[in-house]
């Protein structure tokens, strides 16, 4: 009788609560790993969205650190390629051969309509005479502040025209904020903060940036600029 009792295996009831506890853990399991998904997508989409504001401000603030004195002779009239306002910056700088064309180039730094929230747009233009001009798959380049420049047709972006001379990039595909200010010596007026520098044949001796997209904050920025230099004039 003992025997038997030993060998005889497992009751329904006991079954059924073995495979209740089955079911629970599993339930459990499945739970945790959906819970870790989820977090991870999380974490990965925050991180794209800080990375891309981090590469965005890296490369303003480099660009804006090799910044070069030049000017050209636009209708007659000399006119210094560095000039911007609150939300727009246009400065001369190197960029190097991975854009297509090593050397220095105008750099257009603007806001964009783009739906709920502006884009932040970086156009190119190698600084040579025959690609300023402008030739039929290139815009001609029109000072910052001329309202024509501002207005016109600048083509398509992430397509590099004429072996890189030419180039429009997104940097960023929806901004919250972009205020930009001028440090130093206008002419008329003192060392101080400005929100503009047009028509000024000094450099600001830096410029403060603060940029931020719907998610994401940082603080602002204080690029110094390079000293002093000659303007050299490029006549066409």
Not at 102 to 116: D, I, K, N, Q, S
């Amino acid at each position: 009788m003992i025997g038997s009792d030993r060998s005889r295996g497992f009751t329904l009831v006991e079954l059924l609560i073995a495979l209740s506890l089955i079911g629970i853990i599993t339930l459990l399991l499945f739970s945790g790993l959906r819970l870790g998904s989820r977090s991870w997508e999380a974490v990965d989409s925050v991180s794209e969205r800080v990375a891309d504001l981090r590469i965005a401000r890296n490369f303003i603030e480099r660009a804006l650190r090799q910044t070069r004195a030049q000017a050209v002779v636009f209708d007659g009239v000399e006119v210094p390629v560095f000039a911007g306002d609150a939300e727009a910056l246009e400065w001369v700088a190197p960029l190097s051969a991975h854009v297509g064309i090593p050397g220095l180039y105008v750099l257009r730094l603007t806001l964009e309509e783009a739906g709920e929230y502006p884009r932040l747009v970086l156009t190119r233009w190698l600084f040579h005479p025959e690609i300023l001009e402008g030739t039929d798959e290139i815009p001609a380049w029109e000072p910052l502040m001329d309202q024509a420049g501002l207005a016109g047709d600048l083509g398509p972006f992430d397509r590099d025209l004429a072996a890189g001379a030419y180039g429009r990039t997104v940097l960023l595909p929806q901004v919250a904020r972009l205020q930009l200010e001028y440090f130093g010596q206008q002419t008329g007026f003192g060392r101080e903060w400005s929100d503009e520098w047009i028509e000024q044949r000094e450099l600001p001796e830096a410029v403060r940036l603060s940029l931020s997209t719907p998610s994401q904050d940082w603080p602002a920025a204080m690029i110094r600029l390079p000293g002093p230099d000659v303007i050299v004039d490029q006549g066409f």
